[in-house]
């Protein structure tokens, strides 16, 4: 079956850096995603991950590891803007998107 | 590049009436474009897969009959929720896989999303 699991809320401080994790277990496997979302609006793209390693794009960050069913997203210099929900989707063969529920991200000043 | 389009942005419809949603890309083809549910505070689901010239493939759990989608153009898919009820009203996402070549073939490119309200 499909199972993608991510912490519901985090909460961190204006500055700081924060790490979301997603473990995954799908019956396909052509990459990871993370996405941004924020309140009423459509997912906006952040990564994609599909061989291991880390990818870095500016504040954002996002690692993967196909053999444990691991990603994280690593973000950098956090800003109240950060604040959204951030979801963790698999790309199973076929190209269809499995998303996780998501993780709230609080950033207070 | 790779935009996607979707009207309306918001629709109230009461009870037992058929709302139409429209997919557009608006700068590329998309042969493949899925169409999506978000309930308040959970996850995109997975409703369907449409196809340009064939037969949408629906998730599991997902009544084909009620959620008639058509894909008749590359840029092109509506999804009509056909004899709405209140617990039909959630947010419809719908994206695009990407164009052929550039590397972006993975990726979907999603829509602004329609809130749908059936009253």
């Known amino acids: 079956g499909q199972n993608i699991d991510q912490p519901t809320e985090m909460t961190a401080t204006e500055g700081a850096i924060v790490q979301i994790n997603c473990t995954y277990q799908?019956?396909?496997?052509?990459?990871l995603f993370w996405y941004q979302q924020h309140a009423g609006e459509a997912p906006t793209f952040l990564s994609y991950n599909v061989l291991d390693g880390l990818e870095e794009k500016g504040r954002f960050s996002s690692f993967l590891s196909r053999s444990k069913g691991y990603s994280y997203l690593l973000l950098k210099e956090l800003q109240m803007k950060d604040s959204a929900s951030y979801l963790c989707a698999v790309m199973e063969y076929g190209n269809k998107l499995v998303f996780g529920a998501g993780t709230i991200l609080r950033v207070k000043s | 590049g790779a935009v996607v389009s979707q009207h309306p942005s918001r629709v109230i419809c009461k009870s037992g009436t058929s709302v139409k949603i429209e997919c557009r890309s608006l700068d590329f083809q998309a042969t493949t474009m899925f169409w999506y549910r978000q309930f308040p505070k959970q996850s995109l689901m997975l409703m369907a897969t449409s196809n340009e010239g064939s037969k949408a493939t629906y998730e599991q759990g997902v009544e084909k009959d009620k959620f008639l989608i058509n894909h008749a153009s590359l840029t092109l898919s509506t999804l009509t929720v056909t004899s709405a009820h209140p617990e039909d009203s959630s947010f419809y996402i719908c994206?695009?896989?990407?164009?052929?070549?550039?590397?972006?073939?993975?990726?979907?490119?999603f829509g602004p999303g329609t809130r749908l309200t059936v009253l």
């Open positions: 799908t019956s396909g496997f052509n990459g």
């Open positions: 994206s695009a896989r990407g164009p052929s070549g550039g590397g972006l073939q993975n990726e979907q490119f």
